[in-house]
């Protein structure tokens, strides 16, 4: 035991820039999870664009596209059919209303003009534009009713109608959780830098052993006291402690500012460090086959990237091809973001599978790891 307690403190006088890597990568998290929750924040509240096209051009477009920006504060924008519904098919507006020529004159004469509205799949807040239109046009009838058919009466009551200040009453359902939100959204969007991060740190610990292995350090040690085991499992857990000190960086930040992450806050540090620690067993046995950094990195690199895209680590697999989430569950990453993912929906959700498969994919590459480390030993 005191064998592997100063192969790790040796291994920490070594490779200080580990630590320091470490405590960086804890506190990145922190400031990508601020910065991408401020952006959801930011793009949620915003105005709502809208596209119009008026080919009536009269009071009454006028006096409706008023209503539309200055009463409900949606963001208008006018252009002809071809660039908006460019701009609806690229999301760039919600919907596109359409205004129908002769609509004055066809409110006036007390028949409801036909107005389009035309969206995707903004189901939304199409539904709400609608209702807004439909309430319009209920006022517009009222005063076609009063005007009795004649159009300047109409402008008349049209122009008192707009001179007489009737609040709309806006709230945002928003605005209650904005901070829970900005947590929730900051946080599950970091678990893909979290999943190359973890790795990257690990990285140190790898190139601590291929450089021990090159240098005949490996080797040497078989002629001391320490024994080749020691010398493995001081290793890992020297990489483990690089994991534990960047996500206590972050679990400390999500503690102390009680953030909301969507998730039971007792359960991040449990499921991360179960993954930490497949992460320390897949560096290490990875650093056991090949002697190369350049290979090392390749693989280290590749594997996070990889498992973190196809895992739903940077964007969710909801929509993706049926053989492409099939291939996901080969990786670990899938696992470990399906976990946060189920929590999310149901804080009470079974997660033991998850927590299992990891458990296997954790033993099955110390496993490898030990039965590459035993042919090692007995090839040489």
């Known amino acids: 035991m005191r064998n592997i307690f100063l192969l790790v403190l040796s291994g920490i006088k070594q490779n200080r820039l580990a630590i320091a890597a470490s405590v960086i990568s804890g506190f990145f998290l922190i400031i990508l999870m601020n910065t991408f929750g401020n952006i959801y924040v930011d793009y949620s509240l915003s105005k709502v664009r809208i596209g119009v096209m008026d080919q009536d051009n009269s009071t009454l477009s006028a006096s409706f596209k008023d209503y539309l920006s200055n009463d409900l504060e949606y963001e208008l924008v006018e252009n002809d059919y071809e660039y908006l519904s460019r701009e609806l098919i690229d999301k760039d507006i919600s919907v596109i209303i359409k205004i129908p020529e002769s609509f004055q004159k066809l409110a006036v004469s007390g028949n409801t003009p036909d107005m389009q509205i035309i969206s995707i799949d903004d189901y939304e807040n199409a539904a709400f534009i609608s209702a807004y239109v439909n309430s319009f046009m209920s006022s517009i009838d009222m005063l076609a009713n009063g005007a009795g058919g004649n159009e300047d009466q109409f402008i008349k009551l049209l122009t008192g109608f707009n ?18 939100y900005r947590t929730r959204e900051g946080f599950i969007t970091t678990l893909g830098f979290y999943l190359m991060f973890i790795f990257a740190v690990n990285l140190f610990t790898a190139y601590m ?46 503690m102390i500012w009680n953030a909301d992450i969507g998730i039971p806050r007792g359960m991040f540090l449990p499921v991360t460090l179960l993954f930490s620690l497949f992460t320390v067993c897949f560096t290490i046995s990875v650093s056991l086959v090949l002697k190369s950094k350049t290979a090392l990195l390749a693989v280290i690199i590749g594997f996070s990237n990889i498992g973190a895209i196809l895992g739903g680590g940077y964007f969710p697999l909801d929509m993706a091809p049926e053989s492409l989430k099939n291939m996901a569950k080969l990786f670990p990453q899938y696992w470990f973001v399906d976990i946060f993912t189920r929590l999310r929906a149901d804080s009470q959700a079974n997660i033991s599978m998850n927590i299992i498969i990891l458990g296997l994919f954790t033993a099955l590459t110390f496993l490898s790891g030990a039965v590459i480390y035993s042919h090692n030993n007995n090839m040489n």
């Open 163 to 180: 001179e007489k200040d009737i609040p709309v009453a806006m709230h945002k359902a928003a605005d209650k959780d904005t901070e829970s």
């Open 209 to 254: 052993i291929i450089d021990d292995t090159i240098n005949g350090i490996f080797n040497r040690i078989k002629a001391a006291p320490v024994k080749p085991s020691h010398y493995i499992l001081g290793a890992g857990i020297f990489g483990f402690l690089l994991c534990a000190i960047e996500l206590g960086i972050y679990g400390a930040y999500i």
